[in-house]
């Protein structure tokens, strides 16, 4: 699987239309930037200034194949600069742990834990890049507004076109205007396929704890480490 796109099985983390009010300029962006530019640039300091995150997320993968998408949730956490954890509740319970360039994942079902290298290309384009800040929007896509069918209020709605062709043809963004920080993220792949993020209950400059980012696993669990080639039996 790519390291933070697969669908299947370990499927890993990456109406009403809100138009801004005439006007208005968000804090601290520069007069000459269109509505777009200026909300992913605040969505960009935001996102910097962030030490730890808190979230409910709900993830939906839209497939070609079937009319109904596969509905998951569960709870998120980060710790800048480089820690995450994913831990899926519904309808299957797997965690998902990025940790120093390293993803790993856990599926309780199936008694395995899988290591894997995340790429430099997946950090820069995925749901992973944007949410640990290492993407400058505006050097790395095309920004435009977007609006699209949501039930929220005082959101800015922003579509990103990649300069560089690569997995997604596009990426839409929902971003609080109170916080600046992401509400949604939709990922459309060329293919048709898109994924869907949606964050609530988001919590900022909480303490986490640092158990929350390490990974024990039963004796006897399948282990299968990418990141040096060898498959082992619990730890």
């Not at 820069?124 to 435009?144: P, Q, R």
């Not at 990922?187 to 919590?203: C, D, H, P």
Request: charged share 25%; with cysteine.
């Amino acid at each position: 699987m790519a390291a933070v796109t697969a669908l299947e099985g370990g499927t890993s983390p990456a109406g009403i239309r809100c138009n801004p009010r005439e006007g208005q300029t968000p804090a601290g962006t520069v007069p000459s930037a269109s509505a777009a530019e200026a909300a992913v640039a605040n969505l960009e300091r935001a996102l910097k200034a962030v030490t730890t995150l808190e979230a409910r997320f709900e993830q939906l993968h839209y497939s070609m194949a079937v009319s109904e998408p596969l509905r998951e949730n569960g709870d998120l956490f980060l710790q800048k600069p480089d820690r995450m954890r994913w831990t899926y509740k519904d309808p299957q319970e797997k965690v998902f742990l990025y940790k120093e360039g390293v993803l790993e994942m856990y599926l309780p079902e199936e008694n395995q834990l899988t290591r894997s290298p995340v790429s430099k290309e997946a950090l820069e384009t995925d749901i992973f890049g944007i949410l640990l800040g290492t993407i400058s929007f505006l050097e790395a896509y095309v920004v435009e507004s977007n609006p699209f069918p949501t039930e929220a209020t005082r959101v800015r709605q922003v579509r990103l076109t990649p300069k560089i062709e690569g997995e997604f043809s596009h990426i839409l963004l929902e971003i609080d205007e109170t916080t600046w920080l992401l509400r949604r993220a939709i990922f459309l792949e060329w293919a048709g396929n898109k994924r869907e993020f949606i964050f609530s209950r988001v919590r900022t400059g909480g303490r986490i704890p640092a158990s929350t980012f390490t990974l024990k696993v039963p004796p006897g669990t399948e282990i299968i480490d990418d990141t040096d080639g060898g498959i082992r039996q619990g730890r």
